[in-house]
């Protein structure tokens, strides 16, 4: 295929998943819009995918490329320098794509010349109670998962790097992704509205995640993205919004109330209320009590990880004046 035709870069840093490169590249093979080329990035793996990706040379364009660590955020920007598509599609390695992915967003770009869009994630059938959980916690009503993803919510939508799309020119007039080590995906679609490019939601182009795979994992994520938060407070004032805050009042109320009951078990009454709301809805939309049990533990890992990591980070950052920082730097793609 002439490279100057070819119209989407799929840019997936890896580090340490030949298993999941593989599950990827197997969904990417079926795909039914075929004009694309596939960039991997080994980020200083120890058991690094070559032979995964050898297994695929054949069946799609596909380009292979060992560096040093450095994280993700420089690992797609080396993984963009060597693209040739007119989009960079950014995906994380534990992501698989239904085989209408870039058909849809093909067709939203011929409706409409974007130059950044997202997609929702998902939960695939073959995912692990507790992935399927915390899918839950990431995407419901009711928690801050309720406002990524939709077409509808309390903040404005910004892609992320699990599945975000961006015009090759625009990416190098940002020059990409910044050094943060956590939420530089929404410092890049932040410094993409601030400069006035269109970037929308395209509800169907959605991708299954797998996300973390226990509550320890997911738990330092959460609170790593409570951390960026303020981390992009700081850089984009105006960014931090008052759904933002919802975790820290969420964490502050449940020890409030766990203090109160000291005095009078009726306090423990809205924890039990909310506990009770989120096995429900989880129960119904999963047709699985076990997966709902383990709703309610992603739920509250979700909500008190980002408001611990939010209210540490405001303390640290507002507070101390400390210099931008991150926490479990070592297990960046954990």
Known sequence: MDSENIQFSIIIPVYNRPDEVDELLGSIQLQTYTNFEVIIVEDGSTYPCDYIVDKYRSKMPILYYQKDNSGPGPTRNFGANHASGDYLIILDSDCVLPSLYLQ????????????????????????????????????SFFTTGGIRGKKRG?????????????????????????????GEDIDLSLRICEQGYSCQLIPDAWVYHKR?????????????????????????????????????IFTLGVVALCIMSLYTLYALLPIML???????????????????????????SQLIGYGTGFLTAAFRRLILNSKEFGAFEQNLYD
């Open 154 to 182: 309390l903040d404005q939508f910004y892609p992320r790097s699990f599945n975000m799309g961006v015009r090759r020119t625009v990416y190098e007039k940002l020059h990409g992704f910044s050094a943060m080590r956590f």
């Open 274 to 300: 909310y506990i009770l709301l989120v096995f429900i809805d989880s129960c119904v939309k999963n047709q699985s009590c076990h997966i709902g049990v383990l709703s309610v533990g992603a739920a509250f």
């Open 104 to 139: 849809v967003i093909a067709g939203e770009l011929n409706k409409d010349l974007l130059d950044a869009f997202g997609g929702p994630d998902c939960a695939h059938e073959s995912f692990s109670p507790t992935q399927k959980a915390i899918n839950y916690a990431m995407t």
């Open 212 to 248: 973390r795979t226990d509550f320890k994992k997911f738990f330092k994520q959460v609170y790593n993205s409570g951390i960026a938060r303020i981390n992009l407070y700081k850089r984009h004032p105006k960014s931090l919004k008052l759904v933002h805050l919802l975790p820290s």
